[in-house]
Antibody, heavy 125, light 109 residues
């Protein structure tokens, strides 16, 4: 069955960096776009970033553009999110989600059909 | 405050029909597909509706989606206790980012 497992969360001071990982199994990893979505404590969902099936294209929310980098290693079935210059408002559970396998306008298709359970990032001094 | 506007709450008694709105603009809902997610407390979101009005396999036909202009709606008919959850709309914005609505908490009275 499809599984997505995040890791790498923790407590970090403002301005520092962290790298999150999402290891996938149960499907052809290189066939799908992948997304990161976050949820601050007691708040709603916030879309963070998406990467194409081959890693050649990425898009970001304005709130993280220039600070976060999404990447993937299809040989390791792993998705990454590099978080730099962290702020207290970045505190959230970060979840990876499987996106579309359709190539046409792939970034616009927000049918996230499998999600991980998330990893908590706490930014605090 | 989200670019996609949803009512913070909705409620109904068992068997009733509840409708949740999602208001956007020409650069998002007006141009692109709308998706709906259900999230129960402590669990990952679940895809309910894709491409405006399609249900994934396993989603009951009590759930239906529609879109008109720059607004979309999710309807839940025959409301059941297990439908108590948060519901989010999602759409791509042509400023090149994804968007979620602020979420609507559905309560079954």
């Amino acid at each position: 069955q499809v599984q997505l497992v995040e890791s790498g969360g923790g407590v970090v001071q403002p301005g520092r960096s962290l790298r999150l990982s999402c290891t996938a199994s149960g499907f052809t990893f290189s066939g799908n776009a992948l997304h990161w979505v976050r949820q601050a404590p007691g708040k709603g969902l916030e879309w963070v970033a998406v990467i194409s099936y081959d890693g050649s294209n990425q898009f970001y929310a304005d709130s993280v553009k220039g600070r976060f980098t999404i990447s993937r290693d299809n040989s390791k079935n792993t998705l990454y999110l590099q978080l730099n210059a962290l702020r207290e408002e970045d505190t959230a559970v970060y979840s990876c989600a499987r996106g579309t396998s359709v190539s046409s306008q792939w970034m616009k298709r927000l049918n996230l059909d499998r999600w991980g359970q998330g990893t908590l990032v706490t930014v605090s001094s | 405050q989200s670019v996609l506007t949803q009512p913070p709450s909705a409620s109904g008694t068992p068997g009733q029909r509840v409708t949740i709105s999602c208001s956007g603009s020409s650069s998002n809902i007006g141009t692109n597909y709308v998706y709906w997610y259900q999230q129960r407390p402590g669990t990952a979101p679940k895809l309910l509706i894709y491409t405006n009005d399609q249900r994934p396999s396993g989603v009951p036909d009590r759930f239906s989606g529609s879109k008109s202009g720059s607004s979309a709606s999710l309807a839940i008919s025959g409301l059941r206790s297990e439908d108590e959850a948060y519901y989010y709309c999602a759409v791509w914005d042509d400023s090149l980012s994804g968007l979620f609505g602020g979420g609507t908490k559905v309560t079954v009275l």
